[in-house]
């Protein structure tokens, strides 16, 4: 079992970097996948990055690359996910996500998902 909690979200200008954390409980932390997804209204949910278990493999979607950087810290059982550069259409909330598999992790189905934290970026 995996606990998932986000933080780090809040309201910035364009331009502007916010960094996202995500704390997981549980001892199987540094066998699953991490992913970041974010959902704006009215809006699906979509895939923003994801990182392998040992931290070695990321992906970025186009939509972010360059701009925004997965890690992870196993030790501290948290994922984060630095943005800079925002643009307002970054405004969405922000969900973490846990897999024991990348396809799960590209498909959005993730095991263990957490309630997810605001960014909004203001024009």
């Known amino acids: 079992q995996v606990q998932l909690v986000e933080s780090g979200g809040g309201l910035v200008q364009a331009g502007g970097s916010l960094r996202l954390s995500c704390a997981a409980s549980g001892r199987t932390f540094s066998s699953y996948w991490m992913g970041w997804f974010r959902q704006a209204p009215g809006k699906e949910r979509e895939f923003v990055a994801t990182?392998?278990?040992?931290?070695?493999?990321?992906l970025h979607s186009d939509s972010v690359k360059g701009r925004f950087t997965i890690s992870r810290d196993n030790a501290k059982k948290t994922v984060y996910l630095q943005m800079r550069s925002l643009k307002p259409e970054d405004t969405a909330v922000y969900y973490c996500?846990?897999?024991?598999?990348?396809?799960?992790?590209?498909?959005?189905?993730?095991?263990?998902w957490g309630q997810g934290t605001q960014v909004t970026v203001s024009s």
């Open positions: 996500g846990a897999a024991d598999r990348l396809t799960a992790i590209q498909r959005g189905t993730c095991e263990y």
């Open positions: 990182i392998s278990w040992t931290g070695g493999s990321t």
